[in-house]
């Protein structure tokens, strides 16, 4: 846990600065699908992203970097929000149980859910354990609004193009009209396209907070924050961005599947949708292993500052909160 608020204090914590972070880092997001999906091999590298966000401020204008925000938005909103509580609430039942064992388990949820619970670090595989879990419960929720949003970013590419950008159309698709395709291609299934064979990345935001939790107890966290218990907001920015990179750069693979198979579409003579054995093997075919990490350099900046953003605006939130709850007491 970051923190020793309850359950539905950390979870709008969590949603708001993540929401924060979403609307601050849209822009990369979007051209780091676009970089994903695309099959041109000139758009590679960091040079790829600048090239790209030229051409989508050239062809579509500044509202280009923001197609489909609405949807991602929401998506982020409610994936995190049940992501937090879930995880604050799986944690502190571990962490109480392990604590005081003689316990009865309603009870224990009962304290889970209403009392606050000091920060503690389970082992890893119990760390890894309840953020799965809690990921699964999340992803199960806003996979729909986030197939929704990857198709929106994706309609305007013309995927036979190899020239240096991907071709662009006059208007970008709106929510509904990409709702309603999904749903005349692939019926109701077809909104958590991509959910099942992805699974493994659920371990992704447990691992990052983790990872954020082994980084703030490094002595180089406390030396740029006021105090150890106390870190500062760089301290807090540059843990969550860090833990995040680390991450992604861990499960990428399974993240570009994910995206293409949420980004492909029904063709004439194509029987079955696309498997990640499918995606994998013609990405290695057409770049080799880096054929794997298209896209990386993007997905990494990006994350790197909405991580950042989500837990730094996360720890503001749940400092007031804390004065909150001393003040009420």
Not at 105 to 119: I, W
Not at 261 to 268: E, L, M
Not at 300 to 320: D, S, Y
Request: proline residues 5%.
């Amino acid at each position: 846990m970051t923190s020793s608020l309850p359950p539905l204090a950390q979870a709008w914590s969590g949603a708001l600065g993540s929401a924060a972070a979403n609307s601050i880092s849209y822009p990369l997001d979007l051209v780091a699908t676009k970089l994903q999906t695309t099959r041109s091999r000139k758009l590679q590298g960091l040079s790829g992203v600048l090239r790209l966000l030229k051409h989508v401020l050239r062809t579509e204008g500044l509202a280009g970097l923001y197609d489909g925000l609405s949807a991602d938005t929401a998506s982020t909103l409610v994936s995190n929000f049940l992501y937090f509580y879930f995880y604050t609430l799986f944690h502190a039942l571990v962490a109480r149980r392990k604590a005081t064992a003689s316990t009865p388990f309603v009870q224990a949820v009962k304290e889970s859910l209403t009392s606050r619970t000091r920060p503690t670090l389970l082992s890893v595989p119990a760390e890894l354990a309840v953020g799965f879990i809690a990921g699964v419960a999340s992803r199960a929720v806003s996979t729909p609004l986030s197939v929704v949003t990857v198709r929106m970013q994706t309609e305007t590419d013309d995927d036979d193009n190899d020239d240096e950008t991907p071709a662009s159309q006059n208007r970008s698709p709106h929510f509904s009209e990409v709702a309603r395709r999904i749903y005349s291609e692939d019926g109701l299934a077809g909104f958590w396209t991509g959910f099942q064979p992805t699974l493994p990345l659920c371990l992704t935001p447990a691992i990052t907070l983790l990872l954020f939790q082994l980084l703030s107890r490094l002595h180089i966290t406390r030396n740029i924050s006021s105090s150890p218990a106390r870190p500062s907001a760089f301290g807090a920015f540059l843990s969550g961005a860090t833990a995040n990179a680390l991450a992604t750069a861990i499960l990428y693979p399974l993240l570009l599947a994910k995206v293409r198979v949420q980004a492909s579409r029904k063709q004439p003579g194509r029987t079955g949708a696309m498997s990640m054995t499918n995606i994998w093997e013609q990405a290695l075919k057409t770049g080799g292993w880096a054929g794997l990490y298209q896209g990386l350099p993007a997905q990494l900046i990006k994350g790197f500052v909405n991580q950042g953003v989500t837990m730094l605006v996360k720890q503001r939130i749940e400092r007031a909160a804390v004065r909150l709850y001393a003040k009420a007491q």
